[in-house]
C-alpha cells in the first residue's frame, strides 16, 4: 500500500542554476503534517512543480530529479496557470469560499481549463495508483479530481481535504458549476473540514443541489457510504515551542528587544489578501491611538505582510490602500524615537519570525474570513520565555479552539481597539492561565495528529465500505440465493412495496404498479411452493384495488389487517379513534409545512412530507416526533419516523409480527424478506438464521444482502425464479 498526497504544488522550490536545476525541498505545514505519518507505506506526491518550462529536456530532467523523491510533477502551461490557477481557483472559487461575493469572477475559460488542469493531475496519478493505496487530495484547487479518479479506479481509497472556508448554500449556489463541483468531491470516501461549520455548510450543499440526502454525517451513495468530518489542521507545535531556544534564533531576539526598548509589540502577520482584514486592522489601530494617547511611543505594531498576487488588479489596489493608510497612521502619530507602525513588505526566514512571535507580546490575528489561520497557533507556541496574548478574529477557523484567545468581530474596529486595550492591560496571572490552556490544546492537536487521524478514518471508511459492496446483491450473491431457492419445497417471500417493487412517486396515489411488476408477481404466485405476500404500510382498499385479480397475499397498514386465502382480517379488535391534541399536532405542523399532508387510515395516521424542502422537513419532523411524544405515550401509540414520513399507530403490531405470524403457519425451508424503510427492518430481525434479509437502498446492518437501486428489485426477483 502506497499512500499518494495530490496537492497543486509539490513541497519543492525548483531554481535554474549554471549546473541545471537546484531542488529543495520545502518545509511547510502541510510537508510536515504528511512527513509525520505513523506509516510504513512509501509517500508519493503528485503536483505542480512550482516552475514553467515549455523545453523537454528540462521537462524531462526535473521529472527524473524528482522521481528520485517520490515526487511526480505535473507541468501546466502558461495559460493554464493563468486560467486554472489565477482564474478559477483563485479569482472564482477563492472570493467564493471567502464571501467576497463582489470579486467573484465567471469565465468560461477559466471553468475549462480546472476541469483540463484536474484531468491532467488524474493522468500523471493513475500512472502508479493501485486498489489498496490511499488517495489524499489536498484543497480546492482539484475540487474535481476525486471522481476523475474514482471513474477510473472504482475501488480506490480517497480523501478530500479542504483547506479553506466551505461557504453557506446560498452563497455556493450562485456557482454556475455549484453540481460539478460538489459531484467531484464526492468521488472521495472522506471529505475533510477544519471545522463543523463549513461541514455543516458542505452537506447543505449537497442535499439542495444534489437533492441527495445526508445521514448526519454520511452521504449514502449506492454503492459506499462518503463521510464527512472536521479535523482542525495543527502546527509542528514541538518545532514551534523549542525554536526560541535556538542560539540563531535567541540572537535576534534579543537584538530586536534592544532595539525596541521597553517598547510593547504587537505583532501581525498575513500574506497580502483582501480575506485577511488588514485594513480593517489598521483603522482599529489608529483608533486605538486617537482614543488612548497615554499609549504613544509604549507601543507600536510591527506587521508583516508577504507578498502575494500583487500584479492582479485587486491585490495591487490593496497594497496601495495599506501602503498610504499606513503612511497616513505614522505621518500623523510618530514622533522622534518612535513609529506607531513598522511595515515589513517581505517573507521572513523561520529564524527571523519565530524571533518577531518571542519579541511581540500580542498578536493581532484578525482575518475576515479564514479556514484556520496557523498563524495564530504558532504565536502561541513559541511564547515559552514570556506570556503572551492572542486576539483572534471569530471569522477564523482557529477561533472554535482557542476560545481563551481575546476573540473579536473583525469588521468592529470599536472591538479591535478594546481588545487591544483589554490586553495592554491584562494581569500577567491571566496573560499564563489563558496562555497555559491554548497551548495546552494545540500541544495535542498538532499537525501529526490531524494527518494521522485522518488517514486513520479514511481506512475505517474502506472497511467498512468493503463491507456494503459484500452484501451488496451481485452475481455471486444471486447464485447462493438462487440455489437455496431452486432447493427449497416451500417458500414465504414477503415484499414491501413503495420503494421496493414501485418508485417514489411525489404524489404516493401514483406509484400503480407497473405491468412488468404484476406479470412477475402473478408468476411468482403461480408456482406452489411459493406464499407471496406483499407486506405494506398502505391500506387494504388501494391494495386490493392496485392487485385486483392476482389472489396474492398481503398485509397492510404494517401488519394491521392482512389477507390470506381471499379473505381480509383485522388484528385490531377495536376501532382506532383518534385523539384531538395529535391530530391538532399533526395539523398544526401541516399547517408550518408547505406540501406535506395528513393520511388517515383505519389503524394509522401518517404525515407525509416527500415533497418539502429537505432542512425544512428535517426540522418539522423532528419537532412533530418531540410533540408527539407525550399524547403517544399517555394513549400507548407508537411513533415511528419512516421514509419520508412520521406514522402514529398501536405498538402491538408491525410488519415483523407479520413475518411471525406467517412463519407459525407452515414450515418454510426458504424465506425471503425485501424492504427499502426502516419498517422493513422489523422484518428483518425476526428471520430465522438462514432467512434472506434483502435492504433495498441505504445500507442497513440488519440486513444480510443489498440492492442499491430500487429499480434493481424486479431483474433480480426475475432471475430468482428463472
Not at 478530500?160 to 453557506?168: G, Q, R, V
Not at 412488468?516 to 402473478?522: G, I, M, Q
Not at 408468476?523 to 396474492?552: A, C, E, T, Y
Amino acid at each position: 500500500m502506497k499512500i499518494i498526497i495530490i496537492a497543486n504544488r509539490l513541497p519543492v522550490k525548483i531554481e535554474r542554476s549554471d549546473d541545471g536545476f537546484n531542488i529543495i525541498r520545502s518545509e511547510g505545514g502541510l510537508a510536515t503534517g504528511l512527513g509525520s505519518l505513523e506509516t510504513k507505506s512509501d509517500i508519493y506526491w503528485v503536483g505542480w512543480p512550482g516552475i514553467f518550462t515549455e523545453n523537454e529536456k528540462e521537462k524531462k530532467e526535473i521529472t527524473e530529479r524528482l522521481h528520485d523523491l517520490n515526487f511526480h510533477p505535473v507541468f501546466l502551461s502558461a495559460d493554464q496557470i493563468e486560467n486554472y490557477y489565477e482564474g478559477y481557483s483563485n479569482s472564482t472559487i477563492w472570493p467564493l469560499c471567502h464571501y467576497f461575493f463582489s470579486f467573484i469572477e465567471y469565465r468560461a475559460d477559466y471553468w475549462e481549463a480546472y476541469q483540463q488542469v484536474n484531468s491532467l493531475f488524474c493522468d500523471e496519478s493513475m500512472q502508479f495508483i493501485e486498489d489498496d493505496d490511499i488517495v489524499w487530495v489536498q484543497d480546492y484547487q482539484l475540487m474535481l479530481l476525486p471522481k476523475k479518479i474514482r471513474d477510473k479506479k472504482p475501488n480506490a481509497n480517497i480523501g478530500y481535504f479542504h483547506h479553506i472556508p466551505f461557504p453557506s448554500y446560498e452563497l455556493f449556489r450562485v456557482l454556475p458549476e455549484r453540481e460539478e463541483i460538489l459531484e467531484g468531491l464526492l468521488g472521495a470516501d472522506l471529505i475533510g473540514f477544519h471545522t463543523h461549520d463549513y461541514m455543516r455548510h458542505f452537506i447543505s450543499a449537497i442535499y439542495r443541489v444534489l437533492n441527495i440526502n445526508c445521514n448526519l454525517d454520511e452521504v449514502n451513495l449506492d454503492n459506499r457510504i462518503i463521510h464527512i468530518d472536521a479535523f482542525p489542521m495543527g502546527i509542528n507545535y514541538e518545532q514551534y515551542n523549542q525554536a526560541p531556544k535556538l542560539p540563531e534564533v535567541k540572537e535576534k531576539s534579543d537584538l530586536l528587544r534592544e532595539k525596541l526598548g521597553e517598547r510593547s509589540i504587537i505583532l501581525s502577520v498575513d500574506r497580502l489578501d483582501y480575506s485577511k482584514g488588514i485594513l480593517h486592522r489598521l483603522n482599529g489601530f489608529a483608533q486605538f491611538l486617537e482614543n488612548h494617547p497615554d499609549y504613544h511611543e509604549k507601543v507600536s505594531l510591527a506587521m508583516i505582510v508577504v507578498p502575494s498576487r500583487d500584479t492582479v488588479d485587486i491585490y495591487a489596489e490593496l497594497k496601495t490602500k495599506i501602503d498610504q493608510l499606513i503612511g497616513e497612521i505614522n505621518g500623523k502619530y510618530s514622533k522622534l524615537g518612535w513609529n506607531p507602525i513598522f511595515y515589513f513588505y517581505r517573507s521572513f526566514s523561520f529564524d527571523e519570525l519565530i524571533a518577531m512571535y518571542d519579541a511581540a507580546e500580542i498578536a493581532l490575528v484578525t482575518p475576515l474570513r479564514d479556514g484556520m489561520n496557523l498563524v495564530a497557533k504558532e504565536y502561541l507556541a513559541t511564547k515559552c520565555n514570556r506570556p503572551g496574548v492572542l486576539i483572534l478574529s471569530e471569522m477564523a477557523g482557529a477561533a472554535i479552539e482557542l476560545q481563551d484567545a481575546i476573540i473579536i468581530n473583525p469588521n468592529d474596529t470599536d472591538q479591535i481597539e478594546n481588545a487591544i486595550l483589554q490586553a495592554m492591560n491584562m494581569p500577567a496571572k491571566e496573560k499564563k492561565e489563558r496562555l497555559e490552556k491554548m497551548q495546552k490544546r494545540i500541544s495535542r492537536q498538532d499537525v501529526k495528529k490531524w494527518s494521522n487521524d485522518f488517514v486513520k478514518e479514511l481506512l475505517s471508511i474502506k472497511t467498512q465500505n468493503k463491507e456494503i459492496l459484500q452484501k451488496v446483491v451481485g452475481k455471486r450473491q444471486l447464485n447462493q440465493i438462487k440455489k437455496s431457492y431452486d432447493d427449497a419445497n416451500s417458500r414465504l417471500i414477503m415484499l414491501d412495496y413503495d420503494g421496493t417493487l414501485s418508485p417514489f412517486t411525489s404524489k404516493p396515489e401514483d406509484a400503480i404498479p407497473s405491468a412488468e411488476v404484476l406479470s412477475l408477481l402473478k408468476k411468482m404466485n403461480s408456482d406452489p411452493k411459493n406464499r407471496v405476500v406483499i407486506n405494506s404500510g398502505r391500506n387494504h382498499q388501494i391494495l386490493d384495488k392496485w392487485f385486483k385479480g392476482l389472489n396474492l397475499d398481503f398485509a397492510a397498514e404494517h401488519g394491521m389487517f392482512y389477507k390470506e386465502n381471499g379473505k381480509w382480517h383485522r388484528n385490531l379488535n377495536t376501532d382506532v379513534v383518534w385523539d384531538d391534541e395529535i391530530l391538532d399536532i399533526i395539523q398544526h405542523t401541516i399547517d408550518k409545512t408547505p406540501r406535506s399532508y395528513m393520511e388517515q387510515k383505519e389503524a394509522s395516521l401518517v404525515w407525509h412530507y416527500r415533497n418539502v424542502d429537505i432542512w425544512l422537513a428535517e426540522l418539522r419532523s423532528q419537532q412533530l416526533v418531540n410533540a408527539l411524544i407525550g399524547p403517544c405515550a399517555r394513549l400507548n401509540l407508537q411513533i415511528v419516523p419512516g421514509n419520508k414520513v412520521v406514522e402514529v399507530k398501536p405498538p402491538d403490531f408491525t410488519k415483523g409480527s407479520e413475518v411471525i405470524r406467517r412463519m407459525s403457519l407452515d414450515n418454510y425451508d426458504f424465506i425471503l424478506a425485501i424492504g427499502d424503510d426502516t419498517t422493513d427492518e422489523d422484518m428483518f430481525r425476526v428471520l430465522p438464521p438462514d432467512g434472506v434479509s434483502i435492504k433495498v437502498g441505504n445500507f442497513s446492518p440488519a440486513a444480510k444482502y443489498r440492492i442499491p437501486l430500487q429499480s434493481s428489485v424486479v431483474p433480480f426477483l426475475t432471475n430468482l425464479i428463472k
